[in-house]
């Protein structure tokens, strides 16, 4: 099976552009993250989907940032206008339903964006 | 408050030696679930192990095995005999009941050099 796949791998962009990160999640799981990676901060849980629902966003910096799922098998991640202070790299994750027994609960990771703002 | 401490920020040992990554974790919930992550210098996040709160067997899977002792609140990660691809960065995490777990905390990460 496919696994999480993120696009683009690697985005280069100038401060004051809009970035859009793409995240298809593997088929059938319920959940999708998006995640945030720095030296400074570590992994930090920006936002997660339930059944293409956002369900908690509080980890998301601020309004330049917005995520959407439109549908069980799409996600975008919308930085605008982009600031070098968001450079990191973003990982899509997705997990299957809680009862799907020994999966459950555990999120696989995309490859990840590399995002650099200059 | 860290709710997963990984104290060794760096580790470097020479091919075939054991190495032992630490981790300590702190939750007030009784039904929870541990992971290891490995990161690669790739930089994609590969699962590892999980294990349940209620699951305290220690687990082995070829070179890999893993150490949880709810007494110590600890989840160690054990490589035997560690091979140069064994490097990477390796993330313990947490998710609780109180978040229906779906809030992973990791901790910051030991880096794995294993020389040849």
């Known amino acids: 099976d496919a696994g999480v796949i993120q696009s683009p791998r690697h985005e280069v962009t100038e401060m004051g552009q809009e970035v859009t990160l793409r995240c298809k999640p593997i088929s059938g799981h319920d959940y999708l993250f998006w995640y945030r990676q720095t030296m400074m901060r570590g992994l930090e849980l920006l936002i997660y989907f339930n059944n293409n629902v956002p369900i908690d966003d509080s980890g998301m910096p601020e309004d330049r940032f917005s995520a959407k799922m439109p549908n069980a098998s799409f996600s975008t991640l919308k930085i605008q206008p982009s600031e070098p202070r968001d450079s990191a790299v973003y990982f899509c994750a997705s997990s299957p339903r809680r009862d799907s027994g020994l999966s459950g609960n555990t999120i696989y990771f995309g490859e990840g964006s590399w995002l650099t703002v200059v | 408050a860290q709710k997963v401490t990984q104290a060794q920020t760096e580790i470097s040992v020479v091919e075939k030696e054991d190495v032992t990554l630490d981790c300590v974790y702190e939750?007030?919930?009784?039904?929870?679930?541990l992971f290891w992550y490995k990161q690669p210098p790739s930089g994609e996040l590969v699962f590892l192990i999980r294990r349940n709160s209620f699951d305290e067997q220690n687990e082995i899977s070829g070179r890999y095995s893993w150490n949880f002792q709810k007494s110590t609140s600890s989840f160690n990660f054990t490589i035997t005999a560690s091979q140069v691809v064994d490097s990477a960065v390796y993330f313990c995490a947490l998710s609780e009941a109180e978040n229906n777990f779906n809030k992973f905390y990791f901790g910051s990460g030991t880096k794995l050099n294993v020389k040849p």
């Open positions: 939750t007030r919930d009784t039904t929870y679930y």
